[in-house]
């Protein structure tokens, strides 16, 4: 079944309004890495998080990795209309040899 | 630039044909994966190769193959293809180790009727 669950699955929000999305494992991670997929494209890498707790940051953009490393978050303050996509977490299983991907976010953003 | 490329953007292929998805890279990568991706489902990994000859089923590996002669160079083989299949096939590649950045190919987008 599906290991790694993105909330929610879809978010419109206006432009200049803050977003975040949220990523949960059934399975410890050794890593969890996001990724952004334009309408249209492929998904394209944004960020590795390794340590438990690290928190991250690029620009407008917050990452953060839980204590347990199951769970994650990505936090988009003040979006902008290049912020559309859909977002996706992303990790190795502390155990075996497998890679998951999450169910991902679609963001919609109004201008 | 890095670049991966995929041998077709869209494909339509008959119920029981078989079909071959080729994917090649010019990182000079030692690991190549196939995922495919469906809505709600996200992306879902079907094989991976670490070496060239060697390969590894990934979650959802029934009815696919792969084959990897070249380090470049990773296919993807639906045996004889079925409907459930439709969906969209993307190739990524990563250097070592396995679990880091992935770079992804545009994606071959495969409808079986």
């Known amino acids: 079944g599906q290991q790694v669950m993105q909330i929610p699955q879809y978010q419109h929000v206006q432009e200049g309004e803050d977003f975040t999305t949220y990523c949960n494992s059934s399975t410890t991670l050794s890593n969890i890495q996001w990724y952004k997929q334009r309408p249209g494209g492929h998904p394209v890498f944004l960020i590795q998080l390794v340590k438990s707790g690290e928190v991250k940051k690029q620009k407008r953009l917050t990452f953060q990795f839980g204590e347990a490393k199951k769970n994650s978050s990505l936090h988009i303050t003040a979006t902008q209309t290049t912020d559309v996509g859909t977002y996706f977490c992303?990790?190795?299983?502390?155990?075996?040899?497998?890679?998951?991907f999450g169910t991902g976010t679609s963001l919609t953003v109004i201008p | 630039d890095v670049k991966v490329t995929q041998s077709s953007r869209y494909l339509v292929k008959r119920t029981g044909e078989k079909v071959f998805l080729e994917c090649v890279q010019d990182m000079d990568h030692e690991n190549m994966f196939w995922y495919r991706q469906d809505p709600g489902l996200g992306l879902r990994l079907i094989y991976f190769?670490?070496?060239?000859?060697?390969?590894e089923k990934g979650d959802i590996p029934e009815g696919y193959s792969v084959s990897r002669e070249k380090k470049e160079r990773f296919s993807l083989i639906l045996e004889s293809a079925s409907t459930n299949q439709t969906s969209m096939y993307l190739c990524a590649s990563s250097l070592v180790p396995a679990w880091g950045e992935q770079y992804f190919g545009p994606g071959t987008r495969l409808t079986v009727t």
């Open positions: 992303a990790g190795p299983p502390n155990t075996g040899n497998q890679f998951y």
């Open positions: 190769s670490y070496d060239v000859k060697m390969k």
